[in-house]
Every structure is written in structure tokens, then in C-alpha cells.
């Protein structure tokens, strides 16, 4: 039973381009939500995060979005860079914070020159 | 800058063999974690602990077991490798609420 799933295995984008990464969940105990970034042959580091309190969360370039009532979440990167290939994770806590991830399949983003 | 260090990148064992997959972290943090990444499964957890000594089952902890005798070394055991058990292990560690710091991994190949 996949609690967190992200449906596009991969995405390409021109370079410039915004990119648009979206997860769904299915568990409304689920109270905060991360959003990791893995490059080939190294561990996940951390993008963003968003708390159930909120909608919108932004860094920089990057911009979380939670929609509580459609249980979904998206990930707004732009401008698209081409640092910014890589395998992107969504995932999800129950106990307000950081702990017993629930991770989805992630997907892979490819930016284009 | 917190530093996670998987002790190897790449293991290959025979089914039924013992297998000690060893993680340190450098920061003293409390939590500890365990995660198998595979294809089309995204990260699952495995084991995790909150302080020395204290293990919890995560959603995979079938074939697994775990040791934490010093708070900034966490082992994954596989008590008889199978080739099931083929996957990139990920350990990592945070402090209280705040977000997990990852390992490289070790990729795990049971023959």
C-alpha cells in the first residue's frame, strides 16, 4: 500500500523552464511533508518542507504547495537549471516533524540545454 | 556540516551469509535510520532509533535486525543474506524534528 506516490517515473525540461514535480497521498494523519533531491552514487539531502499548516512554502527557486482537501503536493522549481537533474523524493510525517519518513518512488528530472 | 559515513559503497554476499552494514554520524544527533532504496519503490524504512539501545520497527523490518550501542553508530544485520535483500541501503540521522541527513548508501548485491 503506497501511502505517498509520485505518478511520473520522469521529466524532461528545457532549460529556463519551470518544472512542476507533484505527489499525492492517501493518509490524512499526515501532517508535514518534505521534499528530498538525490544525485547518482550520493544519499538524499533535503530541498524544502511544508507543515500541514500552510499552502505555500518557498526557497529561492524552489516552491512547495500543499492542497490538504485533494491530498496532493507539487514542487515548483524555476528557473529550471541544469544542476537541478536529479531524482526527486516527496515525502510525508505523521508526527509533525522530520521522523518515520513515508517516502514516494520518486522522479526523475532531466533538464535539457 | 553534518557528516553520515556508510563504512562501504559496495558489498556483494552469498545467500545465507551474515551481513554487518555499519553507519556513523558525526553530529550526535539522536535519531537513527535505516531506508532500502529500490526501483519503483522509492525509500522504505527499515529500522530507526531514537536513543541508545532503543530499536523500533519500521514498514520492512522482516529479515533485518539492528544494533545501536553508541549513539553515533547505528548497524543494519542481515542475519541470513537473501537474494531478496539485493538493494541500495541508506542510513540517516537527525536531531530532534528537524530533517534527515543522509549516507552515500551501500549497495547490497546477495548471490
Known amino acids: 500500500d503506497q501511502q505517498v506516490k509520485q505518478n511520473s517515473p520522469s521529466l524532461s525540461v528545457q532549460e529556463g523552464r519551470i518544472s512542476i514535480l507533484n505527489c499525492d497521498y492517501t493518509?490524512?494523519?499526515?501532517?508535514?511533508f518534505l521534499w528530498y533531491k538525490k544525485y547518482p552514487a550520493e544519499g538524499p539531502t533535503f530541498l524544502i518542507s511544508?507543515?500541514?499548516?500552510?499552502d505555500k512554502n518557498e526557497d529561492g527557486r524552489f516552491t512547495v504547495f500543499l492542497n490538504k482537501s485533494a491530498k496532493h503536493l507539487s514542487l515548483h522549481i524555476v528557473p529550471s537549471q541544469p544542476g537541478d537533474s536529479a531524482v526527486y523524493f516527496c515525502a510525508a510525517s505523521s508526527r509533525g516533524g522530520a521522523q518515520k519518513l513515508v517516502f514516494g518512488q520518486g522522479t526523475r528530472l532531466t533538464i535539457n540545454p | 556540516d553534518v557528516k553520515v559515513t556508510q563504512s562501504s559503497r559496495y558489498l556483494v554476499k552469498r545467500t545465507g551469509e551474515k551481513v554487518f552494514l555499519e553507519c556513523v554520524q558525526d553530529m550526535d544527533h539522536e535519531n537513527m535510520f535505516w531506508y532500502r532504496q529500490d526501483p519503483g519503490l522509492g525509500l522504505r524504512l527499515i529500522y530507526f532509533s531514537y536513543d541508545v539501545k532503543m530499536k523500533e520497527k519500521g514498514d520492512i523490518p522482516e529479515g533485518y535486525s539492528v544494533s545501536r550501542e553508541k549513539k553515533e553508530r547505528f548497524s543494519l544485520i542481515l542475519e541470513s543474506a537473501s537474494t531478496n535483500q539485493t538493494s541500495m541501503y541508506l542510513c540517516?540521522?537527525?536531531?530532534?524534528?528537524?530533517?534527515?541527513?543522509f549516507g552515500n548508501g551501500t549497495r547490497l548485491t546477495v548471490t
Open positions: 493518509n490524512s494523519m499526515f501532517d508535514y
Open positions: 540517516a540521522s537527525s536531531q530532534s524534528n528537524s530533517p534527515l541527513h
Open positions: 511544508i507543515s500541514s499548516i500552510k
